[in-house]
């Protein structure tokens, strides 16, 4: 059974930092791709960041140059680095893994930006 578990979501004024990571367990395979969404309140879940097995990244328009996706491929793990905050990022981000066309989430962790 296969298990996303995100860590390091929190509370962060507006141009500070904040780093996210999740593990991927469960599985003999990787997960590809990998990475991020994001749901504000009343919005629906959009595309934060993603990442692929070779590196090959894609990023929204309002996180590119501020964000940045990595991963471990090895202990099949991914983290997004975020800086200069806004209110804006403010939301429950969620890791996903992609799997066979399968889509695996975790349970999402909450990050708010205050202003």
């Known amino acids: 059974q296969v298990q996303v578990v995100e860590s390091g979501g929190g509370l962060v004024q507006a141009g500070g930092s904040l780093r996210l990571s999740c593990a991927v367990s469960?599985?003999?395979?990787?997960?590809?791709?990998m990475g991020w969404y994001r749901q504000a309140p009343g919005k629906q879940r959009e595309l934060v960041a993603t990442?692929?097995?070779?590196?090959?990244?894609n990023y929204a328009d309002s996180v590119k140059g501020r964000f940045t996706v990595s991963r471990d491929n090895a202990e099949n793990t991914v983290s997004l680095q975020m800086s200069s905050l806004k209110p804006e990022d403010t939301g429950v981000y969620y890791c996903?893994?992609?799997?066979?066309?399968?889509?695996?989430w975790g349970q999402g962790t909450q990050v708010t930006v205050s202003s």
């Open positions: 469960g599985t003999i395979f990787s997960c590809n791709p």
């Open positions: 990442i692929t097995g070779d590196g090959t990244t």
């Open positions: 996903n893994c992609r799997q066979f066309s399968r889509d695996y």
